[in-house]
């Protein structure tokens, strides 16, 4: 596909909360990350406000297991409190996500260079990313590394279908839909021989809203061109 990437992503520990059980302070994951999760770790490898970043796929690799644990978050009025957490352990996907640029900036269009944002991006996955990798939650550190999707025995390739029930898909921001309010996206997604297709955030047809949002403001004077930041990064490599 145009403009793609695959990778595989990885950690001890994975935190995808259900909202339905953070009412009561405690924290179960869901089985399978979320598409907003995985667009995350997408933009933690690399992310311009030019670009919306769409996943496409993603394979389960290892078992689905499950680790409880007992925490002390800290409380809104202060001090620590007593909460049981949930976690996916031991996890291992792989991901293919590709981008386009977003219809909702014509602002800036000055940073639409497609072949340097691809070149950028590759180098990014190489490295390991640009920020750091978290599988849902802070405290789950995770590593992402290029990879053929497909390749190599997962899991779950002979298991025909898995419903996974009701999930969050994502959330809309005014940035990538052009309106302003802020939404959350609803979808009941099934894993097939271990991968899960996504449907595009518009495709979703259970839309909730959740509050009035502004766009945020990008320009020429807070948005580094694909052309110099590709330069830098292309000395930087040339002098190590």
């Given at each position: 596909?145009?403009?793609?990437?695959?990778?595989?992503?990885?950690?001890?520990?994975?935190?995808?909360?259900?909202?339905?059980?953070?009412?009561?302070?405690?924290?179960?994951?869901?089985?399978?990350?979320?598409?907003?999760?995985?667009?995350?770790?997408?933009?933690s490898?690399?992310?311009?406000?030019?670009?919306?970043?769409?996943?496409?796929?993603?394979?389960?690799?290892?078992?689905?297991?499950?680790?409880?644990?007992?925490?002390?978050?800290?409380?809104?009025?202060?001090?620590?409190?007593?909460?049981?957490?949930?976690?996916?352990?031991?996890?291992?996907?792989?991901?293919?996500?590709?981008?386009?640029?977003?219809?909702?900036?014509?602002?800036?269009?000055f940073?639409?260079?497609?072949?340097?944002?691809?070149?950028?991006?590759?180098?990014?996955?190489?490295?390991?990313?640009?920020?750091?990798?978290?599988?849902?939650?802070?405290e789950?550190?995770?590593?992402?590394?290029?990879?053929?999707?497909?390749?190599?025995?997962?899991?779950?390739?002979?298991?025909?279908?898995?419903?996974?029930?009701?999930?969050?898909?994502?959330?809309?921001?005014?940035?990538?839909?052009?309106?302003?309010?802020?939404?959350?996206?609803?979808?009941?997604?099934?894993?097939?021989?271990?991968?899960?297709?996504?449907i595009?955030?518009?495709?979703?047809?259970?839309?909730?809203?959740?509050?009035?949002?502004?766009?945020?403001?990008?320009?020429?004077?807070?948005?580094?061109?694909?052309?110099?930041?590709?330069?830098?990064l292309?000395?930087?490599?040339?002098?190590?």
């Amino acid at each position: 596909m145009r403009n793609s990437i695959e990778f595989e992503v990885y950690g001890k520990y994975a935190l995808f909360t259900d909202p339905l059980t953070k009412m009561g302070g405690e924290k179960l994951s869901y089985q399978v990350p979320t598409y907003q999760a995985l667009k995350g770790i997408v933009e933690s490898i690399y992310w311009k406000p030019t670009l919306l970043m769409i996943v496409d796929d993603l394979r389960v690799m290892n078992p689905i297991r499950m680790e409880s644990k007992g925490v002390r978050p800290i409380e809104y009025g202060g001090g620590n409190t007593l909460a049981n957490y949930t976690y996916l352990r031991d996890v291992r996907y792989q991901v293919r996500a590709h981008f386009i640029f977003n219809p909702h900036r014509p602002d800036l269009a000055f940073d639409r260079d497609e072949n340097k944002h691809h070149n950028i991006l590759k180098r990014s996955l190489k490295a390991g990313g640009r920020r750091d990798i978290f599988l849902g939650a802070r405290e789950c550190q995770a590593y992402v590394e290029p990879c053929v999707f497909g390749e190599g025995g997962g899991y779950y390739d002979h298991v025909d279908e898995v419903y996974l029930g009701t999930m969050v898909h994502g959330i809309n921001y005014p940035d990538e839909t052009g309106s302003k309010e802020m939404e959350v996206r609803l979808w009941n997604p099934v894993m097939k021989n271990g991968v899960i297709h996504f449907i595009r955030p518009d495709e979703c047809k259970l839309v909730r809203k959740i509050s009035e949002m502004d766009m945020k403001i990008f320009n020429e004077n807070n948005v580094e061109p694909a052309d110099k930041l590709l330069e830098q990064l292309e000395k930087e490599g040339g002098s190590r």
